[in-house]
């Protein structure tokens, strides 16, 4: 049966249309939102509050009207008190890093929506780093450890690190969460049998190489920042190699340029070495920068130097931020598909925080996205 057909008789003399609510200070509760809709308290829980599983049935025509009337009465569900109940909080945690904010705030914005859809809420934190004692322990006021246990005492469901685990940060995250486990990584997970979800960077490259080559460029050439230490920048130059690999140009042909620790900024100067090292001294006609940011600079040096962009050289930039679209030519880019990566990301969130949790096969525990290539004007 419909429980939207179950008419609650409320107080004797009460319209079942109408509101227990008095004019007072008084919060409304799920029971008047049940009288105010005339269906049954289990109805109202089962559209509000997301209880009582298929055994509470309601037409979409009586949940309308259910929102309603929680709308016209101002209710809110009390999640403390669910909380004490055993109730989920429908609260995920979020944790971000300092480096690449822009990409990642978008990120955020994109999980926060595909959360929302489904009832739920973020809350947020930022750590600038580890914070590590020369004991070699975790110091006191470490920000991520700080953060898991905020998150934990108010009852967060499950955590997305999203942030890169460098070298020597995996010992960091272990101390910091502890015994809380019902954690999602951006990347690879910082202990054996975690869950991560990761973008496809060398396919993304693998993509941009394809592209510039199947446009009439034989000499392309990627630019990088601190390849030796940071882990995706590797992953980058792996990848770059095996694409001109594919495309049967020798190892010698493989054009690279490190600006150094990624605290570089692309001041005139910088711009200035890494044209010169990649066009002017390797004679590359394509450019596959790190960055959206790096890659606008590129054409501002390159066309500073009378170099026609994408004719003389082609510009690829990578994370698809709002700047490149008003710089001229627009930029071809690296979109790295933050919807799909929210949704996944989201998958895994929700299942780590069941409570009786099936066992997830190895084979679900690290989820690729894959980017996607935007071709405009630079290239």
């Not at 609260?91 to 990642?104: A, F, H, K, P």
């Not at 914070?131 to 953060?147: F, R, S």
């Not at 019902?182 to 693998?206: Q, S």
């Not at 450019?287 to 940011?293: F, H, K, P, Q, T």
């Amino acid at each position: 049966m419909d429980a939207g057909g179950e008419v609650c008789s409320g107080m004797p003399g009460m319209a079942s249309g109408s509101s227990s609510v008095s004019s007072g200070n008084r919060l409304p509760t799920l029971r008047d939102v049940a009288l105010a809709a005339g269906v049954s308290r289990s109805a109202a829980a089962r559209v509000l509050l997301g209880t009582g599983g298929e055994h509470v049935r309601v037409s979409e025509e009586t949940q309308a009207r259910i929102r309603a009337a929680a709308a016209r009465l101002g209710y809110a569900p009390n999640r403390l008190a669910q909380q004490l109940r055993g109730a989920s909080s429908r609260t995920l945690g979020v944790i971000v890093g300092s480096e690449n904010v822009r990409v990642m705030a978008e990120r955020v914005f994109a999980l926060e929506q595909a959360a929302a859809a489904r009832g739920y809420r973020l809350l947020v934190g930022r750590v600038p780093g580890p914070q590590i004692a020369e004991t070699g322990k975790i110091a006191a006021d470490d920000p991520l450890a700080g953060y898991v246990a905020d998150f934990a005492g108010r009852g967060v469901e499950s955590v997305l690190c999203l942030f890169d685990l460098a070298p020597g940060r995996d010992a960091w995250a272990k101390a910091a969460f502890g015994r809380f486990r019902k954690v999602v990584f951006h990347g690879r997970a910082a202990w054996r049998g975690g869950l991560a979800v990761k973008t496809d960077t060398a396919a993304a490259i693998r993509a941009a190489v394809d592209h510039v080559i199947a446009r009439g460029k034989k000499r392309p050439a990627l630019a990088l920042w601190n390849a030796a230490r940071d882990e995706l920048m590797e992953v980058r130059r792996a990848a770059f190699a095996e694409a001109l690999a594919a495309h049967g140009l020798p190892a010698a042909a493989v054009r690279v340029w490190d600006a150094g620790s990624e605290s570089v900024t692309p001041d005139p100067a910088t711009m200035d070495r890494g044209v010169e090292a990649l066009v002017g001294t390797g004679r590359a006609d394509a450019i596959l920068a790190s960055n959206d940011i790096w890659a606008v600079r590129f054409i501002q040096t390159l066309k500073a130097k009378g170099l026609r962009v994408p004719e003389d050289v082609a510009v690829i930039g990578h994370d698809d931020l709002d700047i490149g679209s008003v710089i001229e030519p627009p930029l071809t880019t690296i979109n790295p598909n933050h919807e799909a990566y929210a949704e996944a990301a989201l998958a895994l969130l929700l299942r780590v925080a069941e409570k009786n949790r099936p066992v997830i096969p190895a084979s679900r525990k690290v989820i690729m996205v894959a980017p996607r290539l935007m071709v405009r004007g630079s290239s």
